[in-house]
């Protein structure tokens, strides 16, 4: 296989959530143009991202989304049912969990954890006392997102304690984890910044 850059690596997810729509839709054969509405992205570029992965599809006939999806969900590595953890369930959290973007994606939101778990109200998954991690840590849960606003570091050391490799982090502070710990920072601040920078150069 070809080498693969970071901004194509990051659109193979998005490919295999519109590929799993699409075969829920129960449709079985696709164009690059017409998987291109639904990802937003040009079938020109489609194509070429597909084609450093192999020979996917015929031109004029399309692609195969049985194979599509069975090929990608291989090369993005494994079945993708991962059992995520939220922590931090205020109204940051809670919007996340109401986040209608989970469907035919890389897993689910199983359980939730909070200093004070008495004081959310009902959501759509079990909440627990972060006190309770260990007890409640889902089995083979690799996965959290991080959405609280104090006791950081502790709360980040009890996760990777607990199995945690990969957190996606909505906290905006600096913390540390052990090495084969994978952080993602989630800035909106800065995507807005990049959004502003990239209309001011449009404008020109």
């Not at 992205?41 to 996917?56: A, P, Q, V």
């Not at 996760?159 to 600096?174: N, R």
Request: glycine share 8%.
């Amino acid at each position: 296989m070809k080498k693969i850059s970071k901004a194509t690596l990051q659109r193979y997810p998005v490919y295999l959530k519109a590929l799993r729509k699409i075969k829920a839709d129960g449709i079985n054969r696709v164009m690059s143009s017409e998987l291109a509405s639904y990802v937003d992205i040009k079938s020109t570029t489609i194509r070429r991202d597909f084609s450093l992965i192999g020979n996917l599809g015929k031109q004029g006939y399309g692609y195969d989304v049985d194979k599509l999806i069975d090929i990608f969900t291989k090369e993005l590595g494994g079945n993708f049912n991962e059992k995520i953890i939220l922590v931090g369930c205020g109204n940051f959290g809670k919007t996340i969990l109401n986040y209608n973007g989970w469907n035919d994606v890389v897993g689910e939101i199983v359980c939730a954890f909070d200093k004070y778990p008495e004081k959310v109200g009902h959501l759509n998954v079990p909440v627990y006392d972060i006190k309770d991690l260990n007890k409640k840590m889902p089995k083979g849960c690799r996965i959290a997102i991080l959405a609280i606003s104090g006791e950081i570091q502790e709360t980040v050391d009890k996760l990777t304690e607990a199995g945690i490799k990969g957190i996606v982090d909505m906290t905006h502070h600096h913390f540390v984890v052990p090495e084969g710990v994978t952080v993602k920072e989630i800035d909106i601040v800065s995507i807005i910044q990049e959004l502003v920078f990239s209309t001011n150069m449009l404008d020109r």
